[in-house]
């Protein structure tokens, strides 16, 4: 078995984690989430899902079909919310 404690596992892949976000230039609020602006927001709420996409990907670096994805999955919350 390895000699690495759960403790000592989870810190080097907390480092491994934030040195990835810093690469990636990766945001992220306090509480884990992606800081992305009011104006991407406003966007998906008014259903502009192209407009979110291209707002999204400018502000993470995310692909296409990445933020496609994301954006798809965050309206998918968001309509399930307003249920």
């Known amino acids: 078995m390895d000699s690495e404690s759960l403790e000592d596992r989870v810190k080097r892949l907390e480092r491994q ?4 976000q810093q690469y990636l230039g990766i945001r992220l609020d306090d ?3 992606l800081r992305l602006s009011p104006e991407f927001h406003q966007a998906l709420r008014d259903g502009k899902l192209v407009k979110a996409i291209a707002i999204y990907r400018k502000e993470t670096g995310a692909s296409l079909v990445n933020a496609k994805k994301a954006v798809e999955a965050m ?4 309509d399930a919310t307003e249920r």
């Open 17 to 20: 984690v934030a040195s990835l």
């Open 31 to 33: 509480s884990g989430g």
């Open 75 to 78: 309206q998918r919350r968001q």
